[in-house]
Nanobody, 124 residues
Framework: QAQLVESGGGLVQAGGSLTLSCTPSTSTVNIRVAAWFRQAPGKGREFVAARTWLGNGLYYADSVKARFTIAKNNAKHTMYLQMHTVKPEDTAVYYC?????????????????WGRGTQVTVSS
């Protein structure tokens, strides 16, 4: 069973950049899609971006399109979320998720595996 480990969160000023990483700690043979979600205090879990694990399918929330990039290093089996021009409203706990359902990439319930989350705080 794949377990996911996130890293790279922290404090960043508005307009700055930050890169999050997500690495499966065990086998990735059953993963078909991986994604980033975020959850701000008092709000539900929100889709940020997703990509197919072995292909080139990319999906973004409108709120981050053109500012965030989801990328993958195949040799390291590591997924990244490159965050640029960040805004205070990007402040949240960011979660990495992975699963097999490529038809519901924007739905948290479609994912089988989750990381514990990493905090991103954007100061104004």
């Amino acid at each position: 069973q794949a377990q996911l480990v996130e890293s790279g969160g922290g404090l960043v000023q508005a307009g700055g950049s930050l890169t999050l990483s997500c690495t499966p700690s065990t086998s990735t043979v059953n993963i078909r899609v991986a994604a980033w979600f975020r959850q701000a205090p008092g709000k539900g879990r929100e889709f940020v971006a997703a990509r197919t694990w072995l292909g080139n399918g990319l999906y973004y929330a409108d709120s981050v399109k053109a500012r965030f990039t989801i990328a993958k290093n195949n040799a390291k089996h590591t997924m990244y979320l490159q965050m640029h021009t960040v805004k205070p409203e990007d402040t949240a706990v960011y979660y990495c998720a992975a699963g097999r359902d490529i038809d519901r990439v924007r739905e948290p319930a479609a994912y089988d595996y989750w990381g514990r989350g990493t905090q991103v705080t954007v100061s104004s």
